[in-house]
């Protein structure tokens, strides 16, 4: 039998591979092999609707039979523990050597821990997976004092989550503001601002000295100049690292993510990687970057299903991200790092508003809050590659759309 392309990693990135090189035409055998036992869901939710009712079910990303009716054989509780590229084979957990022809790695990215708490404590816990939230789910049903250690999206999600679940929450962050490596100033003051009125406590510029436990439980954290923190439950939100394990045991460049071209193939041509791993130089602001988004694993999937079935064009699709923190919607388009002047419009009374970027008078990034139409006008203003006068900036969703209009008409 023909060797089979084989996924490897079965969330947003590998689901949607499949998906792609069936539009693309491809009609080989396709094995899409993955960790989780459970098929391909949306984590989205995990941080936000799952949390807050117990009797919420993980969402698909597709039925069952849309693996079975486009012939995409699924390995589920099957994980790749080797590739090797000379027999050009993986080797799987249940014992399985299997060859490919093509090999795509989508093995997303692992939560990072925390030294001062790796003593096995049972109500320390992260988030990245299905397991890792029904575990969260039940651990937060019996607590009252939790405590969030990082002040970035998933950590202020879940804030906010159990803030609005009645639970004392405190967010000890180390940096000086929140999702800081993400937002400007303005928005994450403005975050600041609505979790202490959601009574979240926050804590920033602050850093986990210990930890006081008894019986293999976190009883309190210990932060510098502050005193102890009760803690019934303890969540660890200090951000990924790319699982890059069995691509650097394979001998592949690994760098913040597996090293990849602009067509998302390694240095090995019959091995691409893509998603939350993937480390490659974004076309639309020419530096390397590796990128945690659904967006990005979805049109790495395209892109990646389109290098195999035979077009090639260097991956520049515009970025873009949400979150969902209580009752503000952040949407970010672009990239604003490096961006040297920021025009905020809208009202943060109202929590409506934009911050929009620039780099030397080039429009590259577009942060929104609770302003979903100008969040989507920009998407395409970005794509386009078009600045807006200030005028139409400031004039909202409907300035915007007469900037696109504009160049629309002008065919650009
Ligand atoms: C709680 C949560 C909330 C989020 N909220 C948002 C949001 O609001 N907006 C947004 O844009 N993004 C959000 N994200 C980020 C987004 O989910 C990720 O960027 C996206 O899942 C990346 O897709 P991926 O396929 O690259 O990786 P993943 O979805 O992590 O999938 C990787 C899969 O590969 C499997 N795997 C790894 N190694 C192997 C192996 N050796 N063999 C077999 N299988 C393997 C893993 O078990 C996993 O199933 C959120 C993430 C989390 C965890």
């Keep these: 039998m023909n060797k089979p392309l084989i996924v490897i990693g079965g969330g947003h990135a590998g689901a949607q591979m499949g998906a792609s090189l069936r539009q693309e035409g491809y009609d080989g055998r396709i094995v899409l092999i993955s960790a989780e036992d459970t098929l391909p869901y949306h984590k989205p939710p995990l941080s936000k609707a799952f949390q807050k009712d117990p009797a919420t079910q993980p969402q698909v990303l597709r039925a069952e039979g849309f693996y079975s009716d486009n012939a995409i054989e699924l390995a589920l509780g099957q994980t790749v523990e080797r590739i090797d590229t000379h027999d050009r084979t993986v080797s799987l957990s249940d014992g399985r050597k299997l060859g490919y022809s093509t090999a795509v790695l989508a093995t997303g990215a692992k939560a990072r821990s925390i030294e001062a708490l790796d003593g096995g404590f049972t109500n320390c816990l992260s988030l990245r997976t299905l397991a890792d939230a029904n575990a969260l789910r039940d651990a937060a049903a019996d607590a009252n004092d939790i405590v969030v250690i990082g002040g970035g999206f998933i950590g202020m999600e879940l804030a906010f989550t159990f803030a609005g679940l009645s639970k ?175 025009i905020l419009t809208g009202n943060r009374e109202d929590n409506a508003f934009s911050v929009f970027h620039l780099s030397a008078g080039k429009l590259v990034a577009v942060d929104s809050i609770n302003q979903p139409a100008v969040h989507m006008i920009s998407r395409r203003l970005i794509a386009a590659g078009h600045t807006p006068q200030p005028h139409e900036m400031t004039g909202g969703a409907e300035g915007l759309k007469q900037a696109y209009k504009a160049i629309s008409d002008a065919g650009r």
């Design 168 to 342: 004392n929450v405190t967010v000890l962050e180390a940096a000086p503001r929140l999702v800081g490596r993400a937002v400007a100033p303005v928005v994450s003051d403005h975050m600041h601002a609505r979790a202490q009125t959601a009574g979240i406590r926050i804590v920033t510029d602050t850093a986990i000295e210990a930890v006081d436990g008894n019986a293999g439980r976190i009883t309190a954290v210990r932060v510098k100049d502050q005193a102890p923190v009760p803690a019934d439950l303890v969540i660890v939100g200090v951000g990924v690292d790319a699982d890059n394990r069995i691509a650097r045991e394979a001998g592949l460049a690994c760098e913040n993510g597996i090293a990849v071209d602009d067509h998302l193939r390694t240095a090995n041509a019959d091995i691409l990687a893509i998603g939350d791993c993937a480390n490659y130089r974004h076309g639309l602001i020419d530096r390397k970057v590796r990128l945690e988004s659904v967006q990005n694993a979805t049109d790495h999937a395209k892109h990646a299903a389109r290098t195999i079935t035979g077009t090639l064009r260097a991956y520049d699709d515009v970025p873009w991200f949400w979150s969902d923190m209580g009752d503000t919607k952040i949407q970010m388009v672009g990239v604003s790092f490096g961006a040297d002047e920021h």
